[in-house]
C-alpha cells in the first residue's frame, strides 16, 4: 500500500494552484459569478496549461490517459469554482475521454489535437423535457434520408450550448428497434440552421449557461455520427462504455474541491471571530464540526483517489465509481452546509465565497446520475437479487 502521491501530480497541482491565484482568485470569480458570465478567454487560457493532454493518447499529442492526474486538476480548480472546472472538464473529458473511446479515426485526428491545446469545447445534450434518468428513453429523433441525417426534438439542461464547438447529442435514430439498441450519439455544432438554444436560470452553476436546445429539421452529414456509420443504433454501448466509469469520478471531484475550500474559509473564519469574549473555534459545538467536516473531506479524498487508482489499474471499478458517485457529492453537501452555519449570518451573504459554494455544491448529488441512481447502480452492479 502507498497513499503518497506521485511527484509529477503534485507538480500539477503546483501549476494550476499558481493558475488560479493569478487569473481566478475569489473575487474574480466572484465577479463572474454576480455577473452570471465566465469569460471564454479564461477557458483558453486553462488550455494554455497543457492538461487537456492528460485525457489524449501519445499518439494524437497527448501524454496517456493520466485519471489520477486529470482527477487533481479538477480537484484543485473547484477550490476556487466548481465552474472553472467545468471548462476543463467539457473539453478534456467529454471530449478527450469520448473521443478517444469512441471516436473514429478521422474524428480522433481532427479533435483530439484540439483538446491537447485546449481550444475545443464539447457539451453534453442528453437530459430532454421529458427524459431524465432514464436516458434509454430519449425522444430526440435522427432520421437517415440518403447521405444526411435529420435531427427533430428538444433537449434540456444542456450545459455550455451556447458556447460549445460540438454537441454530444444522443438521439433515437431507429424509432421501431428495441430498447438500448435504438440510440446514437451525434457530434452536432450548436450554430447549424435550425438550432435554437435558450438559457435557463438556476440557483448556482452561476457562469456555466445551462440551455434548451431545439432541433426543428437540423440536417448534419453521416460523418456527424460518432464512431463512424458502423455505430449508427450503438449509442447506448458508447454511453454506457469504457468511459463511463471514469465520467462517474468528475462531479464527486468537484464536489471534493468545492468542500475544501468550504471548509478552508470556516477553519480560517473560527479563528477571526469572536464573541462572549472568545475565539468562536474555541466552543465546542464549532470545534465538532469543524473536526467532523476535516475528517468526512479525507473520507472522500482517500475514496476517490482510491477509484481513480482502481480504473487506471485497469480494474473492474463499477460499483466502486457509483459510491464514490454516491458518498463524496452527498457528504460535500453535508460539510458545505454544516461550514455555512459556522459563518453564521456572514454564511448567508454576499462578500464570502461560502454562500455561492453552498449554492453550486446543492448540484452534485443531482446531476451526473442521482444519489438514488447510484445506489440502484450499486446494489445491481453487486449482483442484490431483485425477487
Ligand atoms: C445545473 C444543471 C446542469 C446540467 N447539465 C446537464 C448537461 O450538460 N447535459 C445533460 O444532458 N443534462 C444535464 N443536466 C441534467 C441532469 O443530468 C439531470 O437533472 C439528471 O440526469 C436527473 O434527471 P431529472 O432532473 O430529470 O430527474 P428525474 O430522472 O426525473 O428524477 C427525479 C427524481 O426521481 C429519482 N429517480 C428517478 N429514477 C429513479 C429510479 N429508477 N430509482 C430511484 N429514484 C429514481 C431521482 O433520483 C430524482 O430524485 C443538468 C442539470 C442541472 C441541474
Redesign the pocket.
Known amino acids: 500500500m502507498d497513499f503518497s502521491e506521485p511527484e509529477h501530480i503534485t507538480m500539477i497541482r503546483d501549476t494550476v494552484r499558481k493558475f488560479v491565484a493569478r487569473e481566478a482568485n475569489n473575487e474574480i470569480i466572484a465577479k463572474w459569478d454576480k455577473a452570471d458570465h465566465f469569460p471564454m478567454e479564461i477557458h483558453r487560457k486553462i488550455g494554455d496549461l497543457g492538461l487537456g493532454a492528460l485525457t489524449v493518447p501519445e499518439e494524437y499529442g497527448g501524454a496517456g490517459f493520466d485519471l489520477i492526474a486529470m482527477t487533481a486538476v479538477i480537484e484543485e480548480l473547484s477550490k476556487a469554482s466548481g465552474i472553472l472546472a467545468g471548462m476543463y472538464i467539457h473539453t478534456a473529458c467529454y471530449g478527450g475521454m469520448n473521443i478517444t473511446s469512441s471516436g473514429s479515426p478521422e474524428q480522433k485526428a481532427q479533435l483530439l489535437p484540439r483538446v491537447v491545446e485546449g481550444s475545443i469545447f464539447f457539451?453534453?445534450?442528453?437530459?430532454e423535457p421529458d427524459v431524465?434518468?432514464?436516458l434509454a428513453a430519449t425522444k430526440t429523433t435522427a432520421q437517415r434520408k440518403g447521405n444526411k441525417i435529420i435531427i427533430n426534438g428538444a433537449k434540456r439542461?444542456?450545459?455550455g450550448a451556447t458556447i460549445a464547438d460540438y454537441l454530444l447529442l444522443l438521439v433515437k435514430s431507429d424509432p421501431d428497434g428495441p430498447r438500448y439498441k435504438n440510440l446514437s450519439f451525434l457530434l452536432v455544432p450548436p450554430t447549424l440552421p435550425g438550432i435554437s438554444i435558450t438559457t435557463v436560470e438556476?440557483m448556482g452553476?452561476r457562469g456555466s449557461p445551462?440551455c434548451d436546445v431545439i432541433f426543428d429539421n437540423v440536417e448534419v452529414g453521416l460523418d456527424a455520427i460518432l464512431g463512424g456509420e458502423a455505430m449508427w443504433n450503438q449509442g447506448w454501448s458508447q454511453l454506457a462504455g469504457p468511459a463511463l466509469e471514469a465520467e462517474k469520478l468528475e462531479v464527486p471531484a468537484m464536489a471534493l474541491g468545492v468542500a475544501e475550500a468550504a471548509l478552508a474559509e470556516a477553519w480560517e473564519y473560527s479563528q477571526q471571530r469572536s464573541q462572549f469574549g472568545q475565539r468562536i473555534c474555541s466552543f465546542q459545538s464549532i470545534r465538532h464540526k469543524l473536526a467532523d467536516a476535516k475528517t468526512k473531506v479525507q473520507a472522500c479524498r482517500n475514496m476517490l483517489y482510491w477509484a481513480a487508482w482502481l480504473l487506471q489499474e485497469g480494474r473492474p471499478a463499477a460499483a466502486e465509481t457509483a459510491m464514490t458517485k454516491l458518498f463524496v457529492c452527498d457528504t460535500c453537501r453535508d460539510v458545505v452546509l454544516s461550514c455555512q452555519q459556522i459563518l453564521g449570518a456572514y454564511g448567508y451573504a454576499e462578500g464570502f465565497s461560502i454562500e455561492r459554494h453552498v449554492r453550486d455544491v446543492l448540484?452534485y448529488p443531482?446531476?451526473?446520475g442521482?444519489s438514488?441512481?447510484q445506489l440502484?447502480n450499486i446494489a445491481n452492479r453487486l449482483g442484490l437479487p431483485k425477487a
Open positions: 457539451a453534453y445534450a442528453l437530459s431524465g434518468a432514464d439542461w444542456c450545459s438556476t452553476q445551462t448540484v443531482i446531476y451526473g442521482s438514488a441512481i440502484n
